[in-house]
């Protein structure tokens, strides 16, 4: 069954809009964690915001926060005032327990391009 | 600070040739380190994951193998390639199960 969930294969949005990006995840631990990154066409992965299962209040770095909403079981990323260079592939990812220790899965990914 | 280098930037290999993509950390000491695998406009598939010197777990069979001779250095393998061991390569670590996967720079592989 798929772990995570990311609906929107791509996403338009005007330049100095907001846009959200959804995620839905599936897990039975009680513990976990949510990432999103970013992925530029260069092909680099880069961190953009962290949501514990455990923290009360939603995530917030910069112009990216987080809608944690637990009961759901979703964790959409909102950009604000979006900018030329936020296009790029976005992926919403879950640390949970394995067999192994933690694992991280990653969601399909959605394409986000930012219309001047 | 810590950086993770990983290389080469690009290969090509023919069908039937061995492989190995070197993965190293530095800056840090006992990392969790995976390899994943991404093919063309899709996401992340986790390949392995290993939490100390020669402990590896592996995610998905398949035709590739994974080794961690030092702390910092994990390299992935194949004694012989298939057309779809084709996509880009991603290493990536961790320190602490709270924090961000932080990732090189992948490997661009394309099998002839």
Redesign the interface.
């Known amino acids: 069954a798929q772990k995570i969930t990311q609906t929107q294969p791509g996403m338009f949005v005007q330049e100095k809009e907001a846009v959200t990006l959804d995620c839905t995840y599936d897990t039975s631990d009680q513990s976990y964690?949510l990432?999103w990154?970013k992925q530029p066409s260069s092909?680099?992965?880069i961190?953009l915001i962290?949501q514990?299962s455990y923290d009360e209040q939603n995530a917030t770095e910069g112009r990216y926060s987080l809608n944690f909403q637990k009961a759901r079981k979703s964790a959409n990323l909102v950009i604000s005032a979006s900018q030329l260079g936020d296009s790029a592939m976005y992926?919403c990812?879950m640390?949970e327990a394995s067999?192994?220790?933690?694992?991280?899965?990653?969601?399909?990914?959605t394409r986000l391009s930012v219309l001047p | 600070s810590q950086t993770i280098h990983q290389w080469p930037a690009t290969l090509v290999q023919p069908v039937g040739s061995p492989l190995s993509l070197e993965c190293t950390v530095e800056g840090t000491s006992n990392p969790?380190l995976?390899w994943?695998r991404q093919a063309a406009g899709?996401?992340?598939?986790?390949l392995f994951?290993s939490?100390g010197i020669g402990q590896i777990?592996s995610?998905v069979p398949q035709n590739l193998s994974a080794s961690r001779p030092q702390d910092r250095q994990f390299i992935l393998s194949s004694k012989k390639l298939l057309l779809s061991d084709s996509g880009?390569y991603?290493c990536?670590w961790t320190r602490d199960?709270?924090?961000?996967?932080?990732?090189g720079?992948?490997t661009?592989l394309s099998i002839l």
């Open positions: 964690g990432f990154y092909g680099e992965m961190f962290y514990g992926f990812a640390r067999n192994y220790g933690q694992n991280f899965v990653f969601g399909p990914g | 969790n995976y994943y899709r996401g992340l598939q986790l994951y939490v777990s995610e880009f991603l990536a199960t709270n924090q961000p996967q932080h990732f720079d992948g661009r």
